[in-house]
C-alpha cells in the first residue's frame, strides 16, 4: 500500500502546478485531488477496503454502530510531504453543525479509518486529535490562537501497520514533517443509515464496476455497492491543483 501511495503522490504534486498543496503548504488529501473525491478507482485502495471490511476492524465498526446499519462512504487519506514545517489549522471533517451535533446517541455520522503504512513518530508529521470534541459546538481556534497542549496532542508512536479510528467530528490537524521523507494516511471510510438517508451530501460514484465485480468478495459488496459506477463513468484522474490551499 505504501508503493500505491508514493506512486499516486508523485502524480499529484507533478499537477500542483503552485507546489502550494490542497490541505495547507506541503500537505494534500488524495480524494479531493480525484476527480470523484474517492480512490477507489485505484485497485490498491480497493485492497485497502477490502482488507478492512474482512477484519478484525469490521467488528469495531458495528461496535461504534451498535447494530445499526453503515455503509462504506469512500477511500482516500492524505499524504504531507517531506520538510513541511507548518502546522495545519484545526479542522473538523463534518462542518456543518446540524450534520454535525445531531444524531448524538448513534455513532458518528462519518467515522474514518486510516492506516500507518509507515512507522508514524513525533518528526514525520503524526496527526493531532483533540479528544472530546466530537460535540464541541465552539469556534475553532485560529492557528495563531490554539495551545500548545493542543498543537502537541498527537497520535504517536504508531507501528507501521497499525489502524487509527476516529470520528469525523473531531477537531484534528497535521504536524510539521521536519523528515525528509512523505508521510502517508490512507483511509477507509463508513457512514451509517440514518446519514445517508437525511442529509443532501454525496459525490459521484467512484468504484468501477470491473473493481466490483472482480476484487470485493459478496460479504463486503453490500457495504460498498452504493458506489458502483457504470462503465463511461468519471475515471478519478487526477486533476489540476489551482494552488489554493484547503484547511
Same mark, same amino acid.
Given at each position: 500500500?505504501? &508503493?500505491?501511495?508514493?506512486?499516486? &503522490?508523485?502524480?499529484?504534486?507533478?499537477?500542483?502546478?503552485?507546489? @502550494?498543496?490542497?490541505?495547507?503548504?506541503?500537505?494534500?488529501?488524495?480524494?479531493?485531488?480525484? !476527480? @470523484?473525491?474517492?480512490?477507489?478507482?485505484?485497485?490498491?485502495?480497493?485492497?485497502?477496503?477490502?482488507? *478492512? *471490511?474482512?477484519?478484525?476492524?469490521?467488528? &469495531?465498526?458495528?461496535?461504534?454502530?451498535?447494530?445499526?446499519?453503515?455503509?462504506?462512504?469512500?477511500?482516500?487519506?492524505?499524504?504531507?510531504?517531506?520538510?513541511?514545517?507548518?502546522?495545519?489549522?484545526?479542522?473538523?471533517?463534518?462542518?456543518?453543525?446540524?450534520?454535525?451535533?445531531?444524531?448524538?446517541?448513534?455513532?458518528?455520522?462519518?467515522?474514518?479509518?486510516?492506516?500507518?503504512?509507515?512507522?508514524?513518530?513525533?518528526?514525520?508529521?503524526? @496527526?493531532?486529535?483533540?479528544?472530546?470534541?466530537?460535540?464541541?459546538?465552539?469556534?475553532?481556534?485560529?492557528?495563531?490562537?490554539? !495551545?500548545?497542549?493542543?498543537?502537541?496532542?498527537?497520535? *504517536?508512536?504508531?507501528?507501521?501497520?497499525?489502524?487509527?479510528?476516529?470520528?469525523?467530528?473531531?477537531?484534528?490537524?497535521? !504536524?510539521?514533517?521536519? @523528515?525528509?521523507?512523505?508521510?502517508?494516511?490512507?483511509?477507509?471510510?463508513?457512514?451509517?443509515?440514518?446519514?445517508?438517508?437525511?442529509?443532501?451530501?454525496?459525490?459521484?460514484?467512484?468504484?468501477?464496476?470491473?473493481?466490483?465485480?472482480?476484487?470485493?468478495?459478496?460479504?463486503?459488496? !453490500?457495504?460498498?455497492?452504493?458506489?458502483?459506477?457504470?462503465?463511461?463513468?468519471?475515471?478519478?484522474?487526477?486533476?489540476?491543483?489551482?494552488?489554493?490551499?484547503?484547511?
Amino acid at each position: 500500500m505504501r &508503493a500505491a501511495c508514493e506512486t499516486v &503522490a508523485q502524480e499529484i504534486v507533478e499537477h500542483d502546478q503552485n507546489k @502550494t498543496g490542497n490541505r495547507g503548504s506541503g500537505r494534500y488529501s488524495f480524494g479531493f485531488s480525484s !476527480t @470523484t473525491r474517492q480512490m477507489l478507482h485505484n485497485p490498491s485502495w480497493v485492497k485497502l477496503l477490502v482488507k *478492512c *471490511c474482512t477484519s478484525k476492524l469490521i467488528d &469495531a465498526v458495528k461496535q461504534v454502530y451498535g447494530g445499526e446499519p453503515f455503509s462504506v462512504w469512500g477511500s482516500g487519506g492524505d499524504f504531507v510531504l517531506g520538510r513541511a514545517y507548518e502546522y495545519q489549522q484545526l479542522h473538523s471533517d463534518l462542518g456543518v453543525k446540524d450534520v454535525q451535533y445531531s444524531h448524538q446517541d448513534q455513532g458518528p455520522p462519518l467515522l474514518v479509518i486510516n492506516f500507518a503504512v509507515q512507522d508514524l513518530t513525533q518528526f514525520n508529521g503524526p @496527526t493531532r486529535i483533540i479528544p472530546g470534541t466530537q460535540f464541541d459546538q465552539s469556534e475553532l481556534p485560529k492557528l495563531q490562537n490554539e !495551545t500548545w497542549e493542543q498543537k502537541l496532542s498527537t497520535v *504517536c508512536p504508531i507501528a507501521q501497520g497499525a489502524a487509527i479510528i476516529r470520528d469525523a467530528r473531531t477537531w484534528h490537524a497535521g !504536524t510539521p514533517n521536519i @523528515t525528509t521523507n512523505a508521510r502517508y494516511l490512507p483511509n477507509v471510510e463508513f457512514m451509517p443509515a440514518w446519514w445517508r438517508e437525511t442529509v443532501s451530501v454525496g459525490g459521484p460514484a467512484c468504484l468501477p464496476k470491473s473493481l466490483f465485480d472482480k476484487h470485493i468478495p459478496p460479504e463486503v459488496q !453490500t457495504l460498498c455497492e452504493h458506489l458502483v459506477q457504470e462503465e463511461g463513468g468519471p475515471t478519478g484522474a487526477i486533476k489540476a491543483n489551482t494552488g489554493k490551499p484547503h484547511r
